[in-house]
């Protein structure tokens, strides 16, 4: 976590909002917003000749709860004969991190190197602009014990062909900021060699873009708070044209081999009325794992796989909104995996769905995110649900189909029992429920268990179709087409 905000760091000492074009106006605007979103950056200063050079640069931070400083080294502010003002960061660039957790104190130093990089700040329509290119840059993350403990593998996070326009001062919003950006490339690559291991990893997203839009807090947060100050709020998207992963491992089993890949993909998060979302999707999905020791792969393909959840982050003073999402269309797996648990072929193998879709309110009575401890001691919930919906519930396996949908609210002061009613229809299960008896998957007894139970839950409306309406009523009841269960 402290690597992926020391690289956030790394753009916030080149891509803060600037409001004027001398050097030190614009590091003094860097410091504003690093204070609004509770850091600190310092560094000892030295102006001449239009150019300020920021020494021993440094910036410190508590992330729920973690102290954090990072030091960035030397920085230049040059001022240019038109106006515009060149951030000068050198070629290579240590990045030594000190904090502590739970009384241990840790100390790591990472790597950031570039080739060709260009980055001028100017002003245009009354907004300041940043125009940043480099053919590559790399951000290599160390042994995060600082060299005490063995096994951990070096991280390194490559970006080829990166151009980017940073704005703030949106329609004269001074807190207001958008940033576009491509790739041709970006890498992730994991190798453990020099922790005396054997295994590598990559991952490529190739024909990479993004943007993001969002507003700076107008106060630093509060102590105890989640980790940004009121007000803070953006908006990302990112988009990439194919994935690749390749892992290879050795272990004393044999090696361990895994590939996979998408043709396409978005991702989404964002930050808004203290509510954190995200929402990943990829198309044409495959992975490949051949296991230690096996003589052949197993694989697995979806047409499409998305994931998305949102959530209140900190305390709320009222039920926050809060929603899951899981789809999975047309999953397909290799005979390979047939061949494992249906070598005679018993089920039908048709493309499996899976769709699940929640949303509802809450109230949350600890900030999470900013204030783990918070917890420590609780006697009741972190989270109390106010609503929960189930807009779609669909599983479509082995010749069989599963749907629902409902709602139910929780009463004040009687979670969990919650009051409100879900749909549920089963076409296909009993059929499905033979076929897993004759592959021995279920045991005969156990299936005339289940069938006894369905006929009591569930009420035939044709062959092999079943429906249900489960009903939860005040004080903990629960009814199923009538009939009392609780």
Known sequence: MFRTFGALTVATLVAMPAHALTAPELWADWQDVAERIGGTLTATEDYADGTLTLDDTTWAM??????????????????????????????????????????????????????????????????????????????????????????????????????????????????????????????????????????????????????????????????????????????????????????????????????????????????????????????????????????????????SARSAFSFPMGQTEEAAPFGLTVDYQDLTLGDAVWSMFDPTGQLPRDPATLTLDLSGTANILVDVFGDPEAMIGMTEPPVLPETLDLSTLLVRFGGAELRGDGSVEFPAGQFPFPVGRVDLALDGGMTLLDRLVAMGLVPPAQATGIRAMSGVVMRSVGEDMMESTIEFTPGGGITANGLPLQ
């Open 62 to 303: 508590t992330i729920m709860g973690v102290e954090n400083v990072s030091n960035y080294g030397s920085v230049q502010l040059v001022e240019r004969d038109d106006g515009s003002v060149e951030v000068v960061v050198p070629a290579e660039v240590s990045i030594a991190s000190s904090g502590t957790i739970e009384g241990e104190t840790f100390e790591t130093t990472d790597t950031i190197t570039h080739v060709g990089l260009s980055l001028v700040a100017r002003e245009e329509g009354g907004e300041r602009v940043y125009d940043y290119t480099a053919e590559e840059i790399a951000y290599v993350v160390q042994d995060p014990s600082g060299g005490t403990e063995e096994g951990f593998p070096t991280l390194t996070m490559t970006f080829t062909d990166y151009a980017s326009t940073y704005r703030s001062g949106i329609g004269g919003d001074s807190d207001a900021f958008a940033q576009d950006m491509t790739l041709a490339n970006l890498r992730f690559a994991l190798d453990d060699a020099a922790a005396d291991g054997d295994a590598t990893f990559t991952y490529d997203m190739e024909s990479v873009a993004g943007d993001v839009t969002g507003r700076y807090p107008d106060a630093p947060p509060k102590e105890g708070s989640s980790m940004f100050g009121s007000g803070f709020a953006f908006a990302a998207t990112l988009t990439h044209e194919g994935t690749t992963l390749d892992l290879d491992a050795q272990s004393p089993e044999g090696a361990m081999v895994l590939r996979g890949g998408a043709a396409s993909g978005r991702w989404d998060v964002g930050l808004d009325g203290d509510v954190i979302r995200y929402d990943i999707g990829s198309q044409d999905a495959t992975l490949s794992v051949q296991p230690p020791g096996m003589p052949m792969a197993f694989d697995v393909a979806m047409a």
